[in-house]
């Protein structure tokens, strides 16, 4: 079943460099259907629907390692086998060092 957002939801995660998990917000969680100990340290394709065309990931870690910022539509699984549509902006590391 379809999850429609909120105006108000805001779903935040940050990722290392291969796409796992470091930080997931509480809309992030509450919409995907997993406690942040679950999201942690986990791929972010835990969240993957295999709708989703291996493309649009290739293309969002082609422009992310590039250092430029991608933005796109993702259909997202949830835990309990639902979806849900995000307008993704994903940002290239910008912490120091
Ligand atoms: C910051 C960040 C956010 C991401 N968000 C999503 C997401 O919401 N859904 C998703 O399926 N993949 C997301 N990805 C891409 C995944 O890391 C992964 O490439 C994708 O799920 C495809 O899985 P695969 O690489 O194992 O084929 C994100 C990657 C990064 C770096």
Request: aromatic share 14%.
């Amino acid at each position: 079943m379809e999850h429609t957002l909120q105006d108000t939801d805001f779903l935040v995660s940050q990722t290392d460099a291969k796409g796992k998990i470091l930080f997931a917000n509480e809309d992030f969680c509450k919409i995907a259907g997993y406690t942040l100990e679950e999201l942690m340290g986990q791929p972010h394709s835990i969240v993957r629907h295999p709708d989703m065309p291996k493309a649009a990931f290739k293309d969002l870690w082609d422009t992310v390692k590039s250092g430029k910022v991608w933005k796109g539509y993702v259909k997202n699984a949830t835990k309990n086998g639902g979806f849900y549509w995000v307008f993704a902006t994903v940002y290239p590391n910008i912490a120091c060092g």
